[in-house]
């Protein structure tokens, strides 16, 4: 039973180093790599473009879409990305998944909601895209979650209360004691968290990892711009947990990420 959680599964194949880390720093935020890259969107909105011209697409495709894709390709591809830390320990995680948040409305004061959903890499881009749709107008139509109703009923107890059974909970899940169904549904055990501040015309910024849950791995996708050469880019901000893999691991696996953005046919 000490051998897997709800999640994933124990890895014990590590470095004595590796394997002491979530000892060393305990904290998500005491293991933070950050790394910046500029991608070249030209071939990517070419591609957009030509997709829904001659498929007359709807939903339509869109340049987040296809940063989705290729996350979930360079995690299918490169494994020990898709790891987490708890109770101490690596785990290999089971499926890719990946959270998103989204705004109801355009406006300053329409609420943010959260998505989390499991990706296949097999998954035809056609389905991916109407399944994004489905969820996301899901959200913006007031549909409620499990995660939801959980944090509505926290809400509703005493801050003392509520601290205390956050803390229970983290508790919990150091010993692998959360229940699967109540991990499936929570936007913050994902393998990658992604904002695209890119969507509301913002730059990129580094952003820190939550303390609760397991995601290792937070990606902000920034405004698409002129590049020095005239072709555009956008800014993509990454923010890694180093207690999952070391940083040469991270930053070759974003090389591989680049070269998929390049080709988005193979998308």
């Excluded at 893999?245 to 953005?261: N, Q, T």
Aim: proline share 6%.
């Amino acid at each position: 039973m000490f051998g897997r959680r709800p999640d994933g599964t124990r890895v014990d194949d590590l470095s004595p180093l590796r394997r002491f880390m979530p000892f060393i720093s305990p904290r998500r935020n005491d293991s933070l790599v950050y790394l910046s890259q500029d991608l070249d969107v030209e071939e990517l909105l070419a591609f957009v473009e030509r997709w829904n011209e001659s498929r007359k697409a709807d939903p339509p495709l869109t340049l987040f879409h296809l940063i989705l894709r290729g996350v979930v390709r360079v995690l299918d591809a490169r494994p020990r990305l898709n790891r987490f830390t708890a109770g101490g320990r690596v785990w290999q995680r089971d499926g890719i998944w990946i959270s998103f948040s989204a705004k109801k409305k355009m406006d300053d004061h329409s609420p943010v909601f959260t998505v989390k959903r499991r990706f296949d890499p097999q998954e035809s881009l056609d389905a991916m895209v109407a399944r994004l749709h489905g969820e996301l107008q899901s959200g913006r139509g007031g549909a409620r979650t499990n995660a939801d109703r959980e944090v509505d009923l926290l809400l509703r107890t005493p801050p003392v209360i509520t601290r205390f059974l956050v803390g229970c909970a983290k508790a919990a899940d150091w010993f692998g004691w959360v229940p699967g169904k109540m991990i499936e549904g929570d936007p913050m055990f994902a393998s990658v968290f992604v904002a695209n501040l890119g969507s509301v015309g913002l730059e990129a910024g580094f952003h820190h990892l939550w303390e609760y849950g397991t995601i290792p791995i937070f990606c902000v996708v920034g405004r698409i711009k002129p590049g020095p050469d005239g072709r555009r880019i956008a800014t993509l901000k990454w923010t890694f947990d180093e207690r999952v893999e070391d940083g040469l691991y991270a930053a070759r696996s974003l090389e591989i990420f680049r070269e998929l953005m390049s080709k988005p046919e193979e998308l």
